[in-house]
């Protein structure tokens, strides 16, 4: 269901009100990208930080969805073996 309201939201309003996100990849690319990786309740606040975090007195710039979430332990990668 969040995924289609993201959805909706790129196809139908931000024809209407233009590409104004200070940040790469855009909003809602990353709530998309948030919600697959870190699913709907850590994903959600993510989504709604960097939503919070897009106006004019940000600079925004390049910001993709981490990997893991800070302070998360379960990664079981090869920078992190536990």
């Given at each position: 269901?969040?995924?289609?309201m993201?959805?909706?939201?790129?196809?139908?309003?931000?024809?209407?009100?233009?590409?104004n996100?200070?940040?790469?990849?855009?909003?809602?690319?990353?709530?998309?990208?948030?919600?697959?990786?870190?699913?709907?309740?850590?994903?959600?606040?993510?989504s709604?930080w960097?939503?919070?975090r897009?106006?004019?007195w940000?600079?925004?710039?390049y910001?993709?969805?981490?990997?893991?979430r800070r302070?998360?332990?379960?990664?079981?990668?090869?920078?992190?073996?536990?």
């Amino acid at each position: 269901m969040l995924r289609g309201m993201i959805r909706a939201y790129q196809l139908v309003i931000r024809p209407v009100i233009g590409a104004n996100c200070r940040f790469t990849p855009s909003c809602s690319h990353y709530a998309r990208d948030a919600l697959a990786r870190h699913g709907a309740w850590h994903g959600g606040i993510m989504s709604a930080w960097r939503i919070l975090r897009c106006n004019p007195w940000n600079a925004g710039g390049y910001d993709p969805v981490p990997a893991t979430r800070r302070g998360d332990r379960s990664c079981r990668c090869i920078h992190n073996p536990e």
